[in-house]
């Protein structure tokens, strides 16, 4: 089962930017999948979850500006960023909810003010 991120790259404060997570091994029938990031200098952090059924939550610094969604035909998971800033620049994961323990390479995500 792997879970690979990707769509980074670089904005502008204000901007926007779409994240994917495309799920092997039919994983999104029956986990749920989150989305971390791991900003500079400071420990990976949770950001959304997508549940099984289609349920979403977020942090705080997030909610109201990313939305997370998916695709079951496209065993993909997206993370819709928009009105991004300079605090949102971090290498992005996607990963299940609980985490495994296989994080994968991210996607970095550096927003410019």
């Known amino acids: 089962v792997q879970l690979q991120a990707s769509g980074g790259g670089l904005a502008q404060a204000g901007g926007s930017l779409r994240l994917s997570c495309v799920a092997s091994?039919?994983?999104?029938?029956?986990?749920?999948i989150g989305w971390y990031r791991k900003r500079p200098g400071k420990q990976r952090e949770w950001v959304a979850t997508l549940s099984r059924v289609g349920n979403s939550d977020y942090d705080s610094s997030v909610k109201g500006r990313f939305t997370i969604s998916r695709s079951n035909a496209k065993d993909t998971v997206y993370l819709q960023m928009t009105a991004l800033r300079s605090e949102d620049t971090a290498v992005y994961y996607c990963n299940k909810d609980p985490p495994g323990t296989d994080w994968g390479q991210g996607t970095q995500v550096t927003v410019s003010s």
């Open positions: 091994g039919n994983i999104l029938s029956f986990s749920a």
